[in-house]
């Protein structure tokens, strides 16, 4: 009998201890959708300030300047709800001034020219792999969320669940994903 006693409060103390692990399991992903959002959110503006540079370096045509600017002021005045929007706004319009014929060349012949453009490529490369990094903890946290321990048990409490964020990210020069 005592036997029987000292097996189940053994097992139900096995039992606590493996939902207080999925449990901090579970804050531990939050916290990394967090930092990873913040460091994405960091290259995002990143990637803004290096355009609105290249558009007020004189490297472009006026028109194209005017464009690039437009994208970036709405890039950083974006809300929430449009952000993703937004951002893809700014990649089709680095990719319109990247695109312009003889570009590259031009902008070698200028002093500075090549490393700012330099800048605007690796700010861009950095937004592409801060998403890419996100969304994949976004993933695992949202897959994590529907297990039904923690469904059952309301292990994630009231964190808000995480959502994709989803931009077009191509980067400049065509690498990248849409």
């Not at 990637?47 to 006026?62: C, N, Q």
């Not at 003889?102 to 012949?109: I, L, P, Q, S």
């Amino acid at each position: 009998m005592w036997t029987l006693i000292v097996l189940v409060v053994l097992a139900l103390v096995l039992w606590g201890f493996y939902i207080s692990w999925r449990a901090s399991r579970l804050d531990r992903l939050h916290n990394r959708v967090e930092a990873a959002r913040t460091a994405l959110d960091l290259a995002m503006v990143r990637r803004s300030s290096a355009a609105y540079e290249l558009a007020s370096s004189g490297l472009l045509d006026p028109a194209t300047s005017l464009l690039l600017a437009d994208a970036v002021r709405r890039a950083k005045d974006a809300g929430p709800a449009e952000r993703d929007l937004a951002e893809s706004d700014l990649t089709r319009a680095l990719s319109a001034a990247f695109g312009q014929p003889g570009f590259r060349k031009e902008v070698e012949a200028n002093d500075g020219g090549a490393e700012l453009v330099g800048e605007v490529d690796a700010a861009a490369q950095q937004v592409f792999i801060a998403r890419k990094f996100y969304n994949d903890v976004a993933a695992r946290t949202i897959d994590a969320r529907h297990r039904p321990l923690v469904r059952v048990f309301r292990l994630a409490g009231n964190a808000a669940q995480p959502e994709f964020f989803e931009m077009d990210d191509a980067l400049p020069d065509g690498e990248g994903t849409g």
